[in-house]
């Protein structure tokens, strides 16, 4: 049986002038899986996703998220995936609650089920008692966790998470990916990109961009048997060696 | 004489509301020529550490030398013999590549010829763009500069905080060769990182968490201290097992790293039975268990639940 496609990308290439950030990248991602999108810097990556995301249009080639297309109903495609960075997350200077409420609200969500998502959200993450506390109090790895949980919060198609755990302790990075766990077995697909090696061999599939190609694409398990390596970071280190292209 | 000395360090910042102890009473030691590592993840201290050593910031109380002098009434010495790359770019972004290091080479009376061997290395790989302004630079090429700056006027110490942080794996690699080439002309290094897997490339590591120490050692130094034995299991169903191995009483962690799951027990004995019998009842497929030596992390998360 096949499954259920939420991106299908075919050649999409983005140009800057000469400059071709991305050239003719080419893959499908299925409902409900982990995809690890990885890349050294100046890669590409960043440009793919905002294209994926319907922030950036294609120069050429096709797409489509959640089923809409990226050059004609990017608005559409907004409004059915979740975004989380390090940077751009949470208002610090909102409480949990407001926050919740707000991105609730962006997204349309009627109060009942933002009532309803709160009280999910504050007991999935143990924060009983905190709702009246300010983003800005609380630690980097609460934040991080409390921000994927909102960029989820409309249950959207897929969540693009652009490098979520930059920074943050070790023990609180695995709760973190014990959430997406979570998010992908109830059928959020997940499209992260990490530095962390050891966290690209939790996906169900990697690509490896180089000087804005794909030159790699499957499960963790099999590059590392075709590249005869012991670890995600040896096949990353083999490929990314290769490029051309250097800096952000 | 040691090249860097904390002793007890303390620092508190103050809000109206709160007060965050930054620093709770830090010691350690760094010898001549070594690289020492601070590792720990944000929110630890490492920059405030790093502010108070390069006389930037000064502590509630301790005592602190760098290079035989007081941090406190001693500062103006150890500003000329200190070389500080912070963790945020902090070059000047309207002047050249060439223009930010003739400045820095400048203002600590030498020129970029008298020393130029030492930075050779690392500036030769940004010099074909010396034109270009520092602001248009990549993260790589900034780090790059950043380095050659902080190494212009021959620093006895260099204070390097959080280097390789959002670098990708390559350009990390590449980034601790350089440092390796450096300790050989006898410049001692003191670096900070999130990434726990940079331990290894230290001679001794400072673990810290929340402005406290853990643990300072030598990398196989921390890795011997963890005393258990540590197992590691995988399936083909990897976060419902993890669930049924948190559910069982006789374990004591269970953590996932990459494609398995480390475990350790309370108690050292049957402890591979326990594993097997857990993966058993779940009917889980494809299990591979097998005991493993712990790495830094690992220690680290050990220590923090202490």
Redesign the interface.
């Known amino acids: 049986m096949q499954k259920e496609k939420v991106i299908i990308a075919k050649d999409l290439t983005k140009r800057f002038g000469n400059f071709i950030a991305v050239d003719k990248i080419t893959f499908c991602v299925e409902k409900g899986e982990i995809f690890g999108f990885l890349?050294?810097?100046?890669a590409g990556k960043t440009t793919a996703m905002r294209m994926l995301c319907g922030l950036s249009l294609p120069t050429s080639g096709s797409a489509t998220v959640a089923g809409f297309d990226v050059y004609k109903q990017n608005e559409l495609i907004k409004k059915n995936i979740g975004y989380m960075s390090q940077r751009f997350s949470l208002y610090e200077d909102l409480t949990i609650r407001e926050n919740i409420q707000f991105y609730g609200g962006i997204y349309g969500l009627t109060d009942e089920r933002i009532k309803g998502k709160t009280a999910f959200l504050v007991k999935q993450l143990h924060l009983e008692g905190e709702e009246k506390t300010l983003v800005r109090?609380l630690?980097?790895?609460w934040k991080q966790k409390l921000a994927f949980s909102i960029a989820i919060v409309h249950d959207p198609a897929i969540v693009f998470l652009d490098?979520p755990t930059?920074?943050?302790?070790?023990?609180?990075r695995?709760e973190f990916?014990?959430l997406i766990?979570e998010a992908s077995?109830r059928g959020i697909t997940i499209f992260v990109t990490t530095?962390?090696?050891?966290e690209?061999?939790?996906c169900k599939r990697v690509s490896v961009m180089v000087d804005g190609r794909i030159d790699a694409l499957d499960s963790?398990?099999n590059l590392m048997k075709d590249y005869a390596a012991n670890?995600?970071?040896e096949v990353?280190?083999h490929l990314?060696?290769k490029?051309v292209r250097?800096?952000? | 004489m040691q090249a860097v000395i904390a002793e007890n360090i303390i620092k508190t910042y103050r809000t109206k509301k709160?007060v965050a102890g930054a620093l709770k009473g830090i010691s350690f030691t760094v010898d001549k020529g070594e690289i020492f590592g601070i590792i720990?993840?944000?929110?630890?201290g490492k920059t405030s550490l790093f502010r108070i050593l390069t006389t930037l910031l000064l502590a509630d109380s301790g005592y602190a030398s760098v290079d035989g002098f007081d941090v406190v009434t001693d500062y103006k010495q150890i500003r000329n013999r200190v070389g500080y790359m912070p963790g945020k770019f902090s070059l000047y972004p309207d002047l050249s590549v060439q223009e930010n290091l003739e400045f820095f080479a400048t203002i600590f009376d030498t020129s970029i010829e008298e020393n130029y061997d030492l930075i050779k290395d690392i500036y030769q790989q940004i010099e074909p763009f010396k034109t270009r302004k520092a602001g248009q630079?990549?993260?790589?090429?900034k780090q790059k500069l950043a380095l050659s700056c902080a190494l212009i006027h021959k620093p006895s110490v260099l204070f390097l905080d959080e280097p390789t942080?959002?670098?990708?794996?390559?350009?990390r690699?590449e980034f601790w060769e350089m440092l390796h080439r450096l300790k050989l002309q006898g410049i001692t290094i003191l670096v900070s990182t999130?990434?726990?897997?940079e331990a290894g490339l230290c001679d001794r590591v400072a673990l810290i968490?929340k402005g406290e120490i853990l643990s300072i050692n030598t990398p196989k130094g921390v890795i011997s201290e963890f005393g258990k034995p540590l197992w590691a299991i995988r399936a083909n169903e990897?976060?419902p097992l993890?669930k049924s191995i948190k559910e069982n009483k006789s374990v004591e962690s269970c953590?996932?790293?990459?494609?398995y799951h480390h475990v350790v027990f309370k108690s050292q004995e049957n402890s591979k039975e326990l594993l097997e019998q857990i993966a058993q009842k779940g009917n889980y497929t494809q299990v591979d268990i097998h005991s493993i030596e712990p790495n830094i992390?690992d220690c680290?998360?050990a220590l923090?639940?202490e």
């Open positions: 890349g050294a810097n100046g109090e630690p980097l790895g490098e930059g920074g943050v302790d070790p023990i609180t695995r990916w014990e766990y077995e530095h962390y090696m050891d690209a061999e939790y963790p398990s670890s995600m970071d990353f280190l990314a060696r490029a250097t800096g952000d | 709160t720990g993840p944000d929110g630890a630079l990549s993260g790589g090429m942080t959002g670098v990708d794996a390559v350009s690699k999130p990434y726990m897997d968490q990897m976060f993890m953590y996932p790293f990459g494609q992390e680290f998360m923090m639940k």
